[in-house]
């Protein structure tokens, strides 16, 4: 009998038992390529919670067909509006920071309590950086593909388990996927903090990305896909009118 097996499993034990041994690591979740997606249609709602404000919730409908692609805030959210909650460093979305600003989320969400609002549409081509975009109020005007290609790209994983600690597989959307958590350091306002952050991803999609944070849960926004459908978009439905 070899004595090499043996012998290295001990000294293993021996490592990971001593108690000036560096804790281990958990596994760290991976870097997700984006896959050739040609052919997606995907609802998003979108939930920001803050302090002082009424909870807003959103709902994003994304079509993608090759290149092109079509999206719609059934709010009636503008360019501006939309990329603001992306673009936030905290990674909690645009938060409210003025007495004015507090004042236009009460507005809002008032408004939204009364009639139904009238939805806002974009489109897109990535070959050609064309776009068009459709305001709930307003006319039509011309915008860069690229500058909505972020707001398509929010269903996709890339690099977002980068950092994160690998905690289980879970079933979401019927599709097999894995949940990720962990403690993320943020800079709020020029401030060192800390968001929670729960993400589940079905490669290539991110189907949750969950954040509060660390020391004020109720300060959160949440990004989920509550449809999700590969096959189904036609070339009528990312055809501009």
């Not at 958990?26 to 404000?53: E, F, M, Y």
């Not at 994304?62 to 936030?88: M, N, P, Q, S």
């Not at 994160?164 to 020029?190: C, F, K, Q, S």
Request: charged content about 25%.
């Amino acid at each position: 009998m070899t004595r090499g097996p043996a012998l290295a499993a001990a000294l293993v034990c021996a490592a990971a038992c001593h108690s000036d041994a560096a804790p281990v690591a958990p596994p760290k979740g991976p870097t997700v390529n984006q896959a050739d997606v040609s052919n997606v249609h995907a609802r998003l709602r979108l939930t920001k919670r803050g302090i002082g404000v009424p909870e807003q919730q959103d709902e994003l409908e994304i079509w993608i067909k090759g290149t092109r692609f079509r999206i719609r805030d059934a709010h009636g959210r503008g360019v501006a509006d939309l990329t603001a909650d992306l673009d936030e460093p905290r990674g909690l979305g645009a938060p409210a920071r003025t007495m004015e600003e507090m004042m236009d989320r009460q507005s809002m969400a008032d408004r939204r309590a009364g009639a139904s609002p009238t939805p806002s549409e974009m489109y897109g081509d990535r070959a050609t950086d064309a776009g068009r975009a459709y305001p709930a109020h307003g006319a039509p005007r011309a915008i860069a593909a690229r500058r909505l290609a972020p707001l398509v790209d929010q269903i996709f994983a890339g690099d977002r388990a980068s950092g994160l600690t690998r905690t289980g597989e879970v079933t979401r959307l019927g599709r097999a996927a894995i949940e990720y958590r962990d403690t993320v350091p943020v800079v709020a306002d020029g401030q060192p903090a800390a968001n929670v952050v729960v993400r589940v991803i079905a490669p290539p999609f991110l189907l949750l990305d969950a954040a509060h944070d660390a020391t004020v849960p109720a300060m959160s926004y949440v990004r989920e896909i509550v449809a999700l459908d590969e096959g189904t978009v036609s070339d009528a439905d990312v055809t501009p009118p």
